[in-house]
């Protein structure tokens, strides 16, 4: 079984993005699973601290691990914006592929001094783990907003180099335009978050690192892909299946009112969340038009 990392190096190399997307249960596990499956890709499964508290650092932990030894597939586990060390070492030590330590509401200073130290905390427990690090504003929570937020700090390219030298850090998470969250305006499909490719490509070049996208939901297709060519390898979706979740369940519950068995309604939640990871997936496969 190939590791994340050479993964993530493949996915560089032929230009296509590992789909990322998060969980809070074993519903959204299934849908995530199923559909990466379908389309033979690789897949991380995401929790944030949220998530982790609600399904268990160590539950979540052992649940990708049974996918990923009874199926011998590419499923991978990462601890999603983790904001003190003591949960990501949590995470380390329950055997997540990866950690996103995310320090970015600090000084510049602060942030690159205590993911530095993460870095290093993190690696003595588990070398191969890989450390994200983030810089520049994408907004809060992965929910929906009224509007969607204006004015937030861009990554610069020289900040980039100067923390990503000074960290130690495996993968980047600039903030490029992407927001978390859906407004909505962008539920009702009137707008879509749209990238600074050319901010994108000159990160890259800085740095030589692997590139996250968070807070892809209701982002402008192309952007995604030219994002992708410009060097993005991970891209991060949540809202939009929250959305679809929520949609899946709602309907199954208004169609069959007198229905209590749990897994006679829920099916209908994971086919709404299976439509939107298979799309997606698709899509950072480079694989929307000929599917
Ligand atoms: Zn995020």
Known sequence: MKTLR???????????????FNISDLTGLKAVFESARALDVPVIV??????????????AAASVKVLRQDYDYPIFLNADHTHSLAS??????????????????????????????????????NPAI?????????????????????????????EAKEFAAATGIDILAPAVGNTHGLSRSMIRGEAQKRL??????????????FMTLHGASGTNDDDLSRAIQAGITE????????????????????SDPDQVVPYKLLPAAV????QVVSARLL?????????
């Open 235 to 254: 891209i991060h979706i949540n809202t939009e299946v929250r959305l679809a979740w929520r949609r899946g369940l709602e309907a199954a519950m208004v």
């Open 46 to 59: 995401g929790l944030s601290e949220g998530e982790r508290a609600f399904m268990g650092v160590r539950e």
């Open 271 to 274: 086919d709404a969340m299976k």
């Open 88 to 125: 990501a070492e949590d995470a380390a030590r329950a055997g997540f592929d990866s950690i996103v330590f995310d320090r970015s509401e600090l000084p510049f200073a602060q942030n690159v001094s205590e993911t530095k130290r993460a870095v290093e905390a993190l690696k003595a427990i």
């Open 130 to 158: 890989l450390i994200e690090g983030k810089i520049g504003e994408i907004g809060t929570g992965s929910e929906i907003h009224e509007e969607a937020p204006q004015g937030l700090m861009l990554t610069t390219t020289e």
């Open 6 to 20: 050479e993964m993530l190096a493949e996915a560089q190399q032929s230009e296509v993005a590992i789909g990322h």
């Open 283 to 291: 899509l950072f496969n480079g694989r929307s038009k000929r599917a």
């Open 196 to 209: 600074d490719i050319d901010r994108i490509a000159e990160i890259r070049k800085g740095t030589g690192l």
